[in-house]
């Protein structure tokens, strides 16, 4: 059991990104943050995006068990992994992705309380939201 949240702003970011590579990168974070839940909590995970000195910011939370300090600086280096199936890969692509994009990807996190991932994106603009 897991609750996905969604916050979203009022107004539309944009920013210079391909957009197949970025949905690389969510669908990455989103996974991490299931994976990361331990079997006998109820999940809840929140993305949530939000502007601050010209960047787009977008936030993956989970309240997972956390990530070990002796883990820490090896999350986003390539073939390292803490599950039992995977490549490793995934942060590491990421990374390469953010800054690619000229953004930047990080984490706090504190254990048996949950990570939060940050991807911090260039803006080029801001538009007033579209009703549909």
Do not use: C, W
Request: net charge negative; glycine share 6%; hydrophobic share 40%.
């Amino acid at each position: 059991e897991i609750e996905v949240n969604l916050f979203l702003p009022d107004k539309q970011f944009m920013v210079f990104a391909d957009k197949d590579q970025l949905i690389r990168v969510f669908t990455n974070l989103v996974k991490n943050a299931i994976q990361a839940i331990p079997d006998d909590r109820i999940g809840k995970i929140d993305v949530s995006m939000f502007q601050k000195d010209g960047m787009a910011i977008i936030k993956v939370s989970d309240n997972g068990s956390g990530i070990p300090e002796e883990m820490k600086e090896k999350v986003f280096h390539p073939n390292f992994t803490t599950k039992s199936s995977g490549t490793g890969l995934g942060l590491a692509m990421s990374r390469n992705i953010i800054d690619q994009a000229k953004g930047r990807i990080y984490f706090n996190t504190i254990i048996d309380s949950g990570t939060d991932f940050y991807v911090e994106l260039p803006m080029l603009e801001i538009l007033e939201a579209v009703e549909s």
